[in-house]
């Protein structure tokens, strides 16, 4: 687990710094292409493809840090108000629905973007793989991380499940009162 920790920990600290050189892209071109286009009259033809390329980047790491630092929105209403072992149970398959959505669409990404990778973007003229392939690595991200939470899940569990026996075999507080006296 600390290896993986460790792993996601620094796979998290080049996302986020992809995620910020692709977001000051996309922030810088988009006025300049605004000011050159409606201002001065010159359009450039590849401010749209930079723009839309860096914000498909940004995005899917952004996702990914995101889901690490439980930035997703979460309906946990009934997990919260279930028994543990439901609770467990509900948390269990949602982590397994994850991680099974997250593999399928590595797939299909990972599919497409070999799909596109002879095809040339129009204005820049690089491969289209560049770009689709942030689908991919994105979701693959995700997944690293969503093991990570998985074993923490885990850990959580058995390290309740300690605790609990403890309480179980330990006398209680209220015993030792009741021998004083």
């Given at each position: 687990?600390?290896?993986l ?13 992809l ?11 988009i ?11 010159i359009?450039?033809?590849?401010s ?42 509900l948390?269990a ?7 099974g ?6 797939i ?32 693959a ?17 058995n ?17 030792y009162?009741?021998e004083?006296?």
């Amino acid at each position: 687990m600390a290896t993986l920790k460790h792993i996601n920990d620094e796979i998290e600290k080049i996302a986020g710094a992809l995620l910020v050189f692709f977001m000051v892209i996309f922030a810088i071109v988009i006025p300049v292409a605004v000011f050159t286009r409606y201002v001065v009259k010159i359009g450039f033809t590849w401010s749209d493809e930079i723009s839309l390329f860096s914000l498909v980047w940004a995005s899917m790491l952004g996702a990914a840090i995101g889901l690490r630092k439980g930035y997703q929105i979460g309906i946990r209403y009934f997990v919260d108000k279930s028994p543990r072992i439901l609770s467990i149970i509900l948390e269990a398959i949602s982590y397994l629905f994850i991680l099974g959505f997250l593999t399928v669409l590595v797939i299909f990404g990972t599919k497409q973007t070999i799909i596109n990778a002879r095809q040339l973007s129009a204005a820049i003229r690089i491969p289209m793989a560049i770009p689709y392939a942030a689908l991919p690595v994105g979701f693959a991200i995700m997944i690293l991380f969503t093991i990570e939470q998985i074993l923490d899940f885990i850990g959580r569990i058995n390290k309740k499940n300690d605790i609990d026996s403890e309480e179980k075999s330990a006398p209680h507080k209220e015993s030792y009162i009741a021998e004083e006296d």
